[in-house]
């Protein structure tokens, strides 16, 4: 049974062309969060959710931006993409944002910026 | 940079060896977690261990933690090809919420 479903699995955009990244949950947890992994390198904190509460990574850039209308969905707009932005972005959700939780994964998009 | 260091960057070995991976830290820590990614495939939570814990297992794994040295280190005993992934430490700091990653281990192990 999934839980953390990410759509599409693999998205091609143009240079400059916005794009969005659709995440969504069966587990009803209050944290979502997006992570940026480039080729052989560790996953980069975007962004996360607490319930609605936004919070933004100080290095994040202005181009990444979030959504989440309700508790089972969670968007990543990317408003103007560059050949840099080309990446896996992965969906993560965990009951709480602290202690001893654990972060339960999507299988990640993967993202091609011609 | 907050990011953890793990070594070996990669490992390979035979099915039924046992594999070791590192994973160095530089500030204080709440609870250190381990993480496997499959290739093109999103990460999946293995083990975690509390800052006063030394030692953790979880069928074949094998998790120690050592705050004096803020190292750690993963052991999967007698590996199977299905183990084949990268490993990834993720540290909770003390005082701060985010999960921090580290560089990762790519293990292979072949029949």
């Known amino acids: 049974d999934a839980m953390v479903i990410q759509n599409p699995r693999y998205q091609v955009t143009q240079f400059g062309k916005p794009v969005t990244l659709s995440c969504s949950q069966t587990?009803?947890?209050?944290?979502m969060y997006w992570y940026q992994q480039k080729s052989s390198q560790a996953p980069k904190l975007l962004f996360h959710?607490?319930?609605?509460?936004?919070?933004n990574e100080a290095d994040t850039p202005d181009n990444f931006q979030s959504r989440r209308p309700n508790t089972s969905f969670c968007f990543l707009d990317i408003r103007s993409p560059g050949l840099g932005d080309a990446a896996m972005y992965l969906c993560?959700?965990?009951?709480?944002?602290?202690?001893?939780?654990?972060?339960?994964f999507g299988p990640g998009t993967r993202l091609t910026v011609l | 940079s907050q990011q953890g260091e793990e070594d070996p960057q990669a490992l390979s070995i035979q099915e039924g060896e046992n594999a070791t991976m590192n994973c160095s830290y530089k500030t204080s820590i709440n609870n250190l977690q381990w993480y496997r990614q499959n290739s093109g495939r999103g990460l999946v939570h293995l083990i975690l261990?509390?800052?006063?814990?030394r030692e953790k297992h979880s069928g074949r794994l094998r998790v120690t933690l050592d705050t004096s040295k803020k190292s750690s280190s993963l052991l999967i005993t007698a590996s199977r090809a299905a183990d084949t992934a990268s490993y990834f430490c993720a540290r909770r700091n003390t005082g701060f919420q985010k999960l921090v990653f580290g560089t990762g281990t790519r293990l292979l192990v072949s029949p």
């Open positions: 993560a959700t965990s009951r709480s944002s602290g202690g001893t939780d654990t972060q339960y």
């Open positions: 587990l009803n947890h209050n944290v």
């Open positions: 261990i509390r800052s006063n814990e």
């Open positions: 959710y607490y319930d609605k509460d936004f919070n």
